[in-house]
């Protein structure tokens, strides 16, 4: 049985997780806006120090279910401090790098601490509060997520222009550092099957598969065009560069919203909080593909697939919690696999289309993926079909052992 974990204890640990998604986000894509400063000091051509970002991603994709599987019996406080320790020695390396060699082994350690993480955070963060809240709670868990290409990226860029990129890494690694301490003091420490949120509340193998399916093919979409949305914004819409910056940062300010406009509905609505974003995001996709040249219309729908990106990732991640069919650990590594095959799909196939057709016609591919995501959801959302295990209100036989942390809300 879990032990009784205070309101005030659980809400720290949420902030203190939050934070370290912030970091992990941040540090992932922090050479994209370094890329023309470490490229020179490197003597690396800029599509060097792109891959990595690229690698970054396979790395996770490759290491999530792995790690998970490896460190399954392992306390979570000890293990997630262990994981920001990793993170902060990794980024410390990477400031210190002499050579790219050098930075991208550092970059390879950093994405194995990522991949643990995003496989143990989710049913760590929640597993103190009620299943009829868990949505909530992993909404707020994901702002952390979203505020990382609102502020972690620019301000982490903007330093490592002042102060030289090494900078950038080396205050990371000191963020890392403060987190750890902060899990190891606020983290309630028990086996990973004693907690709350250790198995799915309604689990169910067959939707849990359609849901990864329906990940993959979504993030696929929504990177197809986001990968490269420089190109478009520029040849298609016809922006200058000087406003390259403020779109960007209005899509990202978006996704906060959407991130906290989707938390009100995750816990009552879960399936129509997958499918609403899916929809809002083809719709803005192939909207762009319609419009791009109009530049109103562009700032409006570029707006609406950074909402539909940031609501449908937090969706998934509280469904999974839902439908998870053994540990939920296993579960959110086979989501993070997901989610990174999708940002690796996306932006081969941008890529790929690039060259030849041009930016515009990435839109009308990312809308007519997510179109297939929205198809495949939407089987899980026919009237009659009903859950064999657990109950309609949402709450398990997980839930219904840990009676002493029911008080908490959020």
Same mark, same amino acid.
């Given at each position: 049985?879990?032990?009784?974990?205070?309101?005030?204890?659980?809400?720290?640990?949420?902030?203190?997780?939050?934070?370290?998604?912030?970091?992990?986000?941040?540090?992932?894509?922090?050479?994209?806006?370094?890329?023309?400063?470490?490229?020179?000091?490197?003597?690396?051509?800029?599509?060097?120090?792109?891959?990595?970002?690229?690698?970054?991603?396979?790395?996770?994709?490759?290491?999530?279910?792995?790690?998970?599987?490896?460190?399954?019996?392992?306390?979570?406080?000890?293990?997630?401090?262990?994981?920001?320790?990793?993170?902060?020695?990794? $980024?410390?390396?990477?400031?210190?790098?002499?050579?790219?060699?050098?930075?991208?082994?550092?970059?390879?350690?950093?994405?194995?601490?990522?991949?643990?993480?995003?496989?143990?955070?989710?049913?760590?963060?929640?597993?103190?509060?009620?299943?009829?809240?868990?949505?909530?709670?992993?909404?707020?868990?994901?702002?952390?997520?979203?505020?990382?290409?609102?502020?972690?990226?620019?301000?982490?860029?903007?330093?490592?222009?002042?102060?030289?990129?090494?900078?950038?890494?080396?205050?990371?690694?000191?963020?890392?550092?403060?987190?750890?301490?902060?899990?190891?003091?606020?983290?309630?420490?028990?086996?990973?099957?004693?907690?709350?949120?250790?198995?799915?509340?309604?689990?169910?193998?067959?939707?849990?598969?359609?849901?990864?399916?329906?990940?993959?093919?979504?993030?696929?979409?929504?990177?197809?065009?986001?990968?490269?949305?420089?190109?478009?914004?520029?040849?298609?819409?016809?922006? $200058?560069?000087?406003?390259?910056?403020?779109?960007?940062?209005?899509?990202?300010?978006?996704?906060?919203?959407?991130?906290?406009?989707?938390?009100?509905?995750?816990?009552?609505?879960?399936?129509?909080?997958?499918?609403?974003?899916?929809?809002?995001?083809?719709?803005?996709?192939?909207?762009?593909?319609?419009?791009?040249?109009?530049?109103?219309?562009?700032?409006?729908?570029?707006?609406?697939?950074?909402?539909?990106?940031?609501?449908?990732?937090?969706?998934?991640?509280?469904?999974?919690?839902?439908?998870?069919?053994?540990?939920?650990?296993?579960?959110?590594?086979?989501?993070?696999?997901?989610?990174?095959?999708?940002?690796?799909?996306?932006?081969?196939?941008?890529?790929?289309?690039?060259?030849?057709?041009?930016?515009?016609?990435?839109?009308?591919?990312?809308?007519?993926?997510?179109?297939?995501?929205?198809?495949?959801?939407?089987?899980?959302?026919?009237?009659?079909?009903?859950?064999?295990?657990?109950?309609?209100?949402?709450?398990?036989?997980?839930?219904?052992?840990?009676?002493?942390?029911?008080?908490?809300?959020?």
């Amino acid at each position: 049985m879990t032990p009784e974990v205070s309101p005030s204890r659980a809400r720290a640990a949420l902030v203190v997780l939050s934070l370290a998604a912030f970091a992990f986000i941040t540090t992932e894509l922090l050479p994209v806006g370094l890329l023309t400063v470490i490229a020179p000091d490197l003597d690396r051509s800029r599509s060097q120090v792109g891959l990595l970002v690229s690698g970054y991603a396979v790395v996770v994709v490759l290491a999530s279910v792995p790690l998970a599987r490896l460190t399954r019996r392992i306390p979570r406080r000890q293990l997630l401090g262990a994981t920001m320790v990793l993170f902060a020695v990794a $980024n410390v390396a990477a400031a210190l790098a002499p050579t790219y060699a050098v930075l991208a082994g550092a970059r390879l350690v950093t994405a194995l601490a990522q991949a643990l993480f995003w496989s143990v955070a989710s049913a760590t963060v929640t597993g103190p509060f009620p299943a009829a809240v868990r949505g909530r709670v992993v909404a707020l868990f994901s702002t952390g997520a979203a505020l990382a290409s609102v502020l972690g990226v620019p301000l982490g860029t903007w330093l490592g222009q002042q102060a030289g990129w090494r900078t950038s890494f080396a205050v990371v690694a000191g963020v890392g550092l403060a987190i750890a301490a902060a899990v190891v003091a606020l983290i309630p420490s028990y086996p990973p099957d004693a907690g709350g949120a250790a198995r799915g509340t309604t689990p169910h193998a067959r939707r849990f598969t359609m849901l990864l399916v329906a990940t993959a093919l979504g993030i696929t979409g929504f990177q197809t065009l986001q990968t490269y949305v420089t190109p478009f914004l520029l040849d298609v819409s016809g922006f $200058n560069a000087a406003a390259l910056a403020p779109l960007l940062f209005v899509s990202g300010v978006a996704g906060i919203a959407g991130t906290i406009t989707v938390a009100r509905t995750l816990d009552a609505h879960p399936i129509a909080s997958l499918l609403a974003p899916l929809g809002v995001g083809t719709a803005s996709l192939l909207g762009l593909y319609a419009l791009g040249a109009l530049q109103p219309a562009t700032a409006f729908l570029l707006a609406g697939i950074g909402i539909a990106y940031a609501a449908f990732g937090t969706a998934v991640q509280s469904r999974m919690l839902q439908l998870a069919p053994g540990s939920t650990d296993l579960a959110s590594a086979g989501v993070s696999t997901a989610f990174n095959v999708g940002i690796g799909a996306g932006s081969l196939l941008g890529g790929a289309l690039l060259p030849g057709p041009g930016p515009q016609p990435l839109a009308l591919a990312g809308g007519l993926l997510t179109l297939a995501a929205l198809a495949v959801l939407a089987v899980d959302a026919r009237p009659g079909v009903t859950q064999k295990r657990g109950r309609p209100d949402g709450t398990g036989p997980a839930e219904r052992n840990f009676p002493s942390i029911r008080s908490i809300s959020v």
